[in-house]
């Protein structure tokens, strides 16, 4: 079963604009990550957060954690064509035993040139 | 450093026919991981492996099976074949158990079409 479900499941946004979208997870977690899949094939990590952050940047991405909420957004600034893509989140649980990565049902991005 | 390799990319079997996919994590990597991937189910864990030891499974029938060798190579197998099993099969490989406090390394996938 999916832990995390992605808000919005697609979205098309001119090249050069923001692009936003929001990961909602059910159980506790040690982090948050989210990664990136271009049609078909294997995954890319971008970034991880943990249950203790609140924000974290990369380059180009922005990432935020409201435990409270259970919720995570991904933010991508000035949008390039490369980025045309599925991004997905993927909680950790905190139980022991448990180790595993569990997968929202991704957020299919298209930016137009 | 060599990514996650997965072999084959394509396969195609027929129903009730077996099938063995195999995948080369990073080097210095002990834990591997499978996941199954279809359009209408999105990710879901197959098992983990950590140290040839299986740590974790997800909920699949028993068709569906794993090991993992010394060299930290893993394979796995799924024994008569359905139509619903036609998916993209991912391996991901990392340093802690799960990839869960560390990043995942995932290979290109294996797409696997059941005729």
């Known amino acids: 079963s999916q832990q995390g479900e992605e808000d919005p499941q697609a979205l098309s946004i001119q090249e050069g604009e923001n692009a936003t979208m929001n990961c909602s997870y059910k159980?506790?977690?040690?982090?948050l990550q989210w990664y990136r899949q271009n049609s078909g094939r294997g995954l890319v990590h971008l970034i991880l957060?943990?249950?203790?952050?609140r924000e974290k940047h990369s380059g180009r991405l922005r990432v935020t954690l409201d435990t409270s909420k259970k919720s995570s957004s991904l933010l991508i600034t000035a949008s390039r064509a490369a980025d045309t893509a599925s991004y997905f989140c993927a909680t950790a649980a905190l139980n022991f035993g448990n180790e595993k990565l569990t997968f929202g049902t991704g957020t299919r991005l298209t930016i137009i040139p | 450093k060599a990514g996650v390799t997965q072999t084959p990319r394509y396969l195609i079997k027929t129903r009730g026919q077996q099938v063995t996919l195999s995948c080369s994590p990073i080097?210095?990597?002990?834990?591997v991981s499978w996941y199954q991937q279809t359009p209408g189910q999105g990710l879901q864990f197959l098992f983990e492996?950590?140290?040839?030891?299986?740590?974790n499974k997800g909920n699949f029938p028993g068709r569906f099976s794993g090991r993992q060798f010394s060299n930290s190579r893993s394979e796995m197998n799924v024994s008569t074949l359905e139509l619903g099993d036609s998916a993209l099969y991912l391996c991901?490989?990392?340093?802690?158990?799960?990839?869960?406090?560390?990043?995942?390394?995932f290979g290109q996938g294996t797409r696997l079409t059941v005729v």
């Open positions: 492996y950590f140290s040839e030891t299986q740590r």
């Open positions: 991901a490989s990392s340093l802690a158990q799960g990839g869960v406090n560390t990043e995942a390394f």
């Open positions: 080097s210095g990597h002990r834990s």
């Open positions: 159980t506790s977690i040690n982090n």
């Open positions: 957060i943990r249950s203790n952050e």
